[in-house]
Nanobody, 119 residues
Framework: QLQASGGGLVQAGGSLRISCAVS????????WGWFRQAPGKEREFVGS????????YYSDSVKGRFTISRDIAKTTMYLQMNSLKPEDTAVYYC??????????????WGQGTQVTVSS
């Protein structure tokens, strides 16, 4: 199971951290990642972290501003978002994949959490 939380309203230039609790069958997957979907747009990849090595990679649109991490128990994944822009407004989804590959291949999806950035 995947449970995303922590979304909200933030001003442009601000920061927000959202979380994804990973449990059950989803926990034994190798790739954990974040996607987002803005109104009227297709879902897009944000970034991913390898469950074993903690290697991360990001889309160009968020690189340098967003950081994916996990807690010590490795049951929760975080997305730290800094220098937020209005175009970051979207529903953010966490996902996990059984294999580590590019592009990210999601096998399980969590519910989304809304992030709104005001100008």
């Amino acid at each position: 199971q995947l449970q995303a939380s922590g979304g909200g309203l933030v001003q442009a230039g601000g920061s927000l951290r959202i979380s994804c609790a990973v449990s059950g069958r989803s926990f034994v997957t190798l790739a954990w990642g974040w996607f987002r979907q803005a109104p009227g747009k297709e879902r897009e990849f944000v970034g991913s972290i390898n469950r074993i090595s903690d290697i991360t990679y990001y889309s160009d649109s968020v690189k340098g501003r967003f950081t994916i991490s996990r807690d010590i128990a490795k049951t929760t994944m975080y997305l730290q978002m800094n220098s937020l822009k209005p175009e970051d407004t979207a529903v953010y989804y966490c996902a996990v994949g059984r294999t580590w590959e590019k592009p990210f291949k999601a096998d399980y999806w969590g519910q989304g959490t809304q992030v709104t950035v005001s100008s």
